[in-house]
């Protein structure tokens, strides 16, 4: 089977792992990764797998895939692309679609209170997030998961099932249609990552929880970093005197 993997970070690391006990031919697409994100670039150099930090395009293909996984990936695969792959392309998402298409799905689920998340497999389409839900599993969210923890939590377990889904593609398993409705979160730090003066201790609690994820900034109110909540009492308290 040949392969074509658009991924990033741990989760496009370990995915291509899983898809060479699979594939008799793999390519990667993937991006350049700062010093503190697991690097698919440099994990394909090591396994001698080819590469290229490329967006993938229909004019860059290097053969035509059984399937393309895109794990993690950060640019729109195009109609062009899917086409010449017969439209065999699946996706993984870390929301309960069609709740929480776009970005940052997990953030805004601790932001918003929610007391489960969950992961997507679905084909891609012409939309976003939009395309037949092949498998999905629900996770519970813990008043102790930060952003960071419940990345790995959540991309963790969702890895294990990507063998059934590659098997559930082979077997033309056409998936489900999503449901009408649902959120959708545009790339960007939700609040520009500020906690807001009319929260309550709850809501600044989940979004303290919500932006941790060293190294990347931390929660911000009123131009200092909130590491934790008594470090907003903290500020609070120096406000008043």
């Not at 895109?70 to 692309?81: M, N, W």
């Not at 010449?84 to 392309?89: F, H, I, L, T, V």
Request: charge should be neutral.
């Amino acid at each position: 089977m040949k392969i074509i993997l658009c991924g990033y970070h741990w989760a496009g690391c370990h995915a291509l792992e899983l898809l060479l006990l699979q594939s008799s031919e793999i390519f990667v697409y993937t991006h350049e990764a700062p010093f503190h994100v697991p690097c698919l670039r440099d994990l394909c150099k090591q396994r001698g797998i080819s590469y290229t930090t490329q967006t993938i395009d229909e004019k860059n293909l290097p053969f035509i895939p059984d399937i393309i996984v895109s794990v993690y990936y950060r640019f729109i695969i195009s109609s062009k692309v899917l086409n010449a792959c017969k439209r065999k392309a699946i996706n993984l998402h870390p929301s309960l679609l069609p709740d929480y298409r776009g970005c940052s799905s997990l953030t805004w689920a601790i932001i918003n209170n929610e007391k489960q998340v969950g992961f997507s497999y679905h084909y891609i389409d012409d939309g976003i997030d939009t395309g037949n839900i092949l498998l999905q599993k629900a996770l519970p969210i813990y008043d102790w998961d930060t952003q960071c923890s419940l990345y790995y939590r959540v991309m963790f377990e969702a890895l294990v099932f990507l063998p059934d889904v590659i098997r559930l593609v082979q077997i033309g398993e056409l998936g489900r249609v999503q449901p009408a409705g649902g959120r959708y979160y545009r790339r960007g730090c939700p609040y520009n990552g500020e906690i807001q003066t009319d929260w309550s201790p709850e809501q600044v609690q989940r979004f303290i929880r919500a932006m941790t994820y060293p190294p990347y900034p931390p929660a911000q109110y009123k131009g200092h970093s909130v590491l934790t909540y008594s470090d907003y009492l903290s500020i609070k308290g120096k406000e008043q005197l």
